[in-house]
């Protein structure tokens, strides 16, 4: 099976750095991606990692450790805006295709 | 560009009822478009994986029989929930692949949920 594991919770202040770790046991693995999702809203793409190392995108950096199975979001200079669930998404082979499996999701709350 | 729609965005329908809700790629082509529920304040679970002109894979667990998929065109899926019941109030996303090259191999661009209540 699939599963991946991730904090569900965090409190940050608005200007400051947070990192959201996961954790994964996949087969098939190809690579991890993240999401961001808003309350009633639909998840929003926000970075890919196939390989080692660090992915910089903006606010927005993503980490990927294969031989560790693990992977983190972060998120550097802190607006209220950015409070929402983000997802890590393992990416892998599935039935007939490729396919996404979800970690349960981190809800984020920035504080002034 | 990469435009998902869903309709309906929500419907309250009664038990016993079916639920047709349309999942369309607004500006590109989507070889392969996915469906997921989602409970409140929990993780999107995967329901079934449908490729252009072929019959759906479903998840382990999901009644194909219930939930009828179908993906007539390159860029329109449908999801019937039929003989809905209460327990199956949730939201359900669409997400649709583009043609498996580069990044849009791996990104999935999400439609905006479709809200089902059944009372």
């Known amino acids: 099976g699939q599963s991946l594991e991730q904090p569900s919770e965090v409190t940050a202040v608005e200007g400051a750095i947070v990192q959201i770790n996961c954790t994964y046991q996949?087969?098939?693995?190809?690579?991890l991606s993240w999401y961001q999702q808003h309350d009633g809203g639909a998840p929003t793409f926000l970075s890919y990692?196939?390989?080692?190392g660090l992915e910089e995108t903006g606010r927005f950096s993503s980490f990927l450790s294969r031989s560790d199975s693990y992977g983190y979001l972060l998120l550097q200079e802190l607006q209220m805006k950015d409070s929402a669930s983000y997802f890590c998404?393992?990416?892998?082979?599935?039935?007939?295709?490729?396919?996404?499996?979800f970690g349960k999701g981190t809800k984020l709350s920035v504080i002034p | 560009g990469a435009v998902v729609s869903q309709h309906p965005s929500w419907v309250i329908c009664k038990s016993g009822t079916s639920v047709k809700i349309e999942c369309r790629s607004l500006?590109?082509?989507?070889?392969?478009m996915f469906w997921y529920r989602q409970f409140p304040k929990q993780s999107l679970m995967l329901m079934a994986t449908?490729?252009?002109?072929?019959?759906?894979?479903?998840e382990q667990g999901v009644e194909k029989d219930k939930f009828l998929i179908n993906h007539a065109s390159l860029t329109l899926s449908t999801l019937t929930v039929t003989s809905a019941h209460p327990e199956d109030s949730s939201f359900y996303i669409c997400?649709?692949?583009?043609?498996?090259?580069?990044?849009?191999?791996?990104?999935?661009?999400f439609g905006p949920g479709t809200r089902l209540t059944v009372t």
């Open positions: 996949t087969s098939g693995f190809y690579g």
């Open positions: 997400s649709a692949r583009d043609a498996p090259s580069g990044r849009s191999l791996y990104e999935q661009y």
């Open positions: 500006d590109f082509q989507a070889t392969t």
């Open positions: 449908s490729n252009e002109g072929s019959k759906a894979t479903y």
């Open positions: 990692n196939a390989l080692d």
């Open positions: 998404a393992a990416y892998h082979s599935g039935a007939g295709s490729y396919q996404l499996t």
